[in-house]
T-cell receptor, first 118, second 114 residues
């Protein structure tokens, strides 16, 4: 069974500063994918960034980057130049294959609530 | 980005009522999912579908049922709602592109059963 751990229930960051949200994972599957989603107070889940287990380089998407350390089984999200609109819950998730089918499921961590302050 | 829609966004209903939560996507994605999320907590998979006429139960046991008669439509039904069903229900869809199978979510339905 795989597991996602987010040890920071809440984080504060000042506007324009960078912040790192931690995520560690545990899996025995050599092929997996790691995702970060943002959930504002309105409730929708917004896909931010993806890292495949075989990807050689860390993923980047605009102000988001994923610090992937495979040996440590960590996939931390880095948000640069924080904005007030970044205040939300952030979930780390890992893709796991389901049985022998082509579908996969996401296992989510418990989330980190980020608050951006002036 | 995926276009995925859920209705209603909010639902308050009495115990014992039958309800159907709608989920539709316009991207032609073959796979669809239902997750349940209590406030401030992680998401748990309750149902998924590989394609038309395929449905499977997820990790979290749920009294709800689903159907997949059309590719774009994946409704969730509760025959008799109870207060323990109060939660947020999120629908997602995905389609594998290379090594990536990103799930895109709808806006969710917040269900309250009195």
């Amino acid at each position: 069974a795989q597991k996602i751990t987010q040890t920071q229930p809440g984080m504060f960051v000042q506007e324009k500063e960078a912040v790192t949200l931690d995520c560690t994972y545990d899996t025995s599957d050599p092929s997996y994918g790691l995702f970060w989603y943002k959930q504002p107070s309105s409730g929708e889940m917004i896909f931010l960034i993806y890292q495949g287990s075989y990807d050689q380089q860390n993923a980047t998407e605009g102000r988001y980057s994923l610090n992937f350390q495979k040996a440590r089984k960590s996939a931390n999200l880095v948000i640069s130049a924080s904005q007030l609109g970044d205040s939300a819950m952030y979930f780390c998730a890992m893709r796991e294959r389901i049985n022998t089918g082509t579908a996969s499921k996401l296992t989510f961590g418990t989330g980190t609530r980020l608050q951006v302050t002036l | 980005e995926a276009d995925i829609y859920q209705t209603p966004r909010y639902l308050v209903i009495g115990t014992g009522k039958k309800i159907t939560l709608e989920c539709s996507q316009t991207m032609g994605h073959d796979k669809m999912y239902w997750y349940q999320q209590d406030p401030g907590m992680e998401l748990h998979l309750i149902h998924y579908s590989y394609g038309v006429n395929s449905t499977e139960k997820g990790d979290l046991s749920s009294e709800s049922t689903v159907s997949r008669i059309r590719t774009e439509h994946f409704p969730l039904t509760l025959e008799s709602a109870r207060p323990s069903h109060t939660s947020q229900y999120l629908c997602a869809s995905s389609h594998r592109v290379g090594a990536t199978d990103t799930q895109y979510f709808g806006p969710g339905t917040r269900l309250t059963v009195l």
